[in-house]
């Protein structure tokens, strides 16, 4: 799914269609800004409720559920949130402690991310906890990793990505748009929680260094350059 919208042309004068570089072929100027999509918290609530209105053969309501709170609480990328378990969370201290063999390295040669530990629901939002403590009673004792699918111990990003959009089509849940333009359900994908927590933070006026500490980058100058279009508003 394209994150990005195009001008014209280049100062240099080079021209180029709609599906053009991201970068000037000439100059190297940067022709196109990200277009980032995220849920505002009516929506995530929207999204919740869908998990159980939709039609599906299998129950699956509870886990969806899990999965919406979990992925707009902790800003988690897919391939972190489907490698989740319960042994990371401590639900008595209300806090989960993300391995750093689970998250994304970052772009710099031997640089790695850290373990970090997060608190759950630090804003009182989703009741993060209660919603665990059920879900985590519906799960099979040998069932470690926190979101499984119907066939595997460990549901893979493709599922994580069909069941973010199923239940946004299902809610007529349209994610916004950070260039104003009007969106689609079918827009809807996971790594749009990770947005929607840069903006529900910076709009109860938490600071850029949080934003940086909850969604673990590298530099703070990586969150600022993300996440500028938020703080304009």
Not at 21 to 37: A, M, N, Q, S, W
Not at 163 to 190: M, N
Not at 221 to 230: A, D, I, N, S
């Amino acid at each position: 799914m394209s994150e990005t919208t195009e001008a014209d042309a280049c100062e240099c004068g080079y021209e180029f269609a709609g599906d053009g570089p991201v970068k000037c072929p000439e100059c190297g100027e940067r022709l196109r800004e990200p277009i980032h999509r995220y849920f505002n918290l009516d929506q995530i609530e929207d999204l919740r409720d869908a998990a159980h209105s939709i039609d599906r053969r299998y129950d699956h309501a509870l886990r969806d559920e899990a999965l919406i709170v979990v992925s707009a609480d902790l800003g988690t990328r897919p391939n972190e949130t489907v490698q989740l378990t319960r042994s990371m969370f401590d639900l008595d201290n209300e806090e989960v402690m993300l391995p750093a063999g689970i998250q994304k390295d970052y772009p710099i040669e031997n640089k790695s991310p850290s373990a970090a530990t997060l608190r759950l629901d630090p804003y009182d939002q989703f009741n993060t906890v209660r919603l665990l403590r059920q879900y985590f009673r519906t799960l099979e004792d040998d069932q470690e990793h926190l979101f499984p699918s119907r066939l595997n111990d460990q549901m893979s990003t493709q599922t994580v990505r069909d069941i973010v959009t199923e239940l946004a089509v299902e809610g007529d849940v349209a994610p916004r748009r950070t260039d104003g333009q009007p969106a689609d359900p079918e827009e809807a994908h996971p790594h749009a929680f990770r947005h929607s927590v840069a903006n529900y933070m910076l709009a109860a006026d938490s600071n850029l260094w949080e934003v940086r500490n909850r969604l673990r980058h590298q530099s703070v100058l990586t969150t600022e350059r993300v996440y500028e279009h938020f703080q304009r508003r």
